[in-house]
T-cell receptor
Framework: AQRVTQPEKLLSVFKGAPVELKCNYSYSGSPELFWYVQYSRQRLQLLLRHISRESIKGFTADLNKGETSFHLKKPFAQEEDSAMYYCALSGNNQGGKLIFGQGTELSVKP | DAMVIQNPRYQVTQFGKPVTLSCSQTLNHNVMYWYQQKSSQAPKLLFHYYDKDFNNEADTPDNFQSRRPNTSFCFLDIRSPGLGDAAMYLC??????????????FGPGTRLTVT
């Protein structure tokens, strides 16, 4: 079965602390993994994708095929990082359909 | 700016009264998606159009239909809304290549209330 699991509904950290939002997936093939973010009162938007292997707003995510994980990390959280984060998977030949995880709300306190 | 537009942003309908939500895009993307998102839940794909080809998800109720008259517009029709259909409806677009994958661009959503 194709599934994306984000075990934490809410993650609360202080400004300057490291952040790791967990994502595990289940897919029999070679999926493409994404992190989407939704800031308050804004539309859902792409944060990063695993094939880009780039850092966006200080966030990075590495695809670990052995552990079937795609955790999102940032060494020093900022208040403006507070948002809802969704991990998503796209499989082969599926018209680009996304399977979303349940989402993790990140709250960065001053 | 190229974007995905959804109208209206808020829609109130009565139980059983048909309602149509609209989505338009200026990105000229070949794929358009409709998602349903209930409170504190992940977006759930209802169906998508790959060009003119309609693809329904297996668990999408028959109560939900969609139309795509041209590349730019896509409509979500709910034939007989029930209280359980109250949700945020998200439209998204993507330009997919032969691999079938691409970044999705989301609209702001339409929040549907059923009274």
């Amino acid at each position: 079965a194709q599934r994306v699991t984000q075990p934490e509904k809410l993650l609360s950290v202080f400004k300057g602390a490291p952040v790791e939002l967990k994502c595990n997936y289940s897919y029999s093939g070679s999926p493409e993994l994404f992190w989407y973010v939704q800031y308050s009162r804004q539309r859902l938007q792409l944060l990063l994708r695993h094939i880009s292997r780039e850092s966006i707003k200080g966030f990075t995510a590495d695809l670990n095929k052995g552990e079937t994980s795609f955790h999102l990390k940032k060494p020093f959280a900022q208040e403006e990082d507070s948002a809802m984060y969704y991990c998503a998977l796209s499989g082969n030949n599926q018209g680009g359909k996304l399977i979303f995880g349940q989402g993790t709300e990140l709250s960065v306190k001053p | 700016d190229a974007m995905v537009i959804q109208n209206p942003r808020y829609q109130v309908t009565q139980f059983g009264k048909p309602v149509t939500l609209s989505c338009s895009q200026t990105l000229n993307h070949n794929v358009m998606y409709w998602y349903q998102q209930k409170s504190s839940q992940a977006p759930k794909l209802l169906f998508h159009y790959y060009d003119k080809d309609f693809n329904n998800e297996a668990d999408t109720p028959d109560n939900f239909q969609s139309r795509r008259p041209n590349t730019s517009f896509c409509f979500l029709d709910i034939r007989s809304p029930g209280l359980g259909d109250a949700a945020m409806y998200l439209c998204a677009t993507s330009a997919t290549g032969t691999s079938g994958r691409g970044e999705q661009y989301f609209g702001p959503g339409t929040r549907l209330t059923v009274t």
